[in-house]
């Protein structure tokens, strides 16, 4: 996924505005005190935009935003979890939908794994 487009770094722009108000001392020092330079109101005082950088890392190099980063840990941590009683007595609890969801999707499904199915599924009622 490239976070690196328009609409994310708005969003990014956006956010960061709201966290990190200027305030009107602090013009000249966080932001240009010239004429034009963009500016809003808070608490009815005329404050200066404060410009803060943003930037992007590539997905592959991203380890905290990648929900799907390359994490040797993570998957053995959750083998380890696959191998506990509660993931197994709930994997049996669920054995019928398990069994009625991959035989619907044609795919193997697993507690591991369901969210894929659940995920494609709303996305084809929010955009179909």
Known sequence: MNLDVNRTMISAISNLIAMYPGAPEQAGHAYPNLPGW???EVGGKKVGFVPIPI???NDFYDYELNP???CPRQDQLWKLVEETPEYKRETENQKDLLKTVAKLSGENVTLT?????ADALFIEVCFL
Do not use: C, E, F, R
């Open 55 to 57: 930037h992007t890392v």
């Open 113 to 117: 794994n369901l969210w894929l199915i």
């Open 68 to 70: 799907d980063a390359i």
């Open 38 to 40: 963009p500016s809003y």
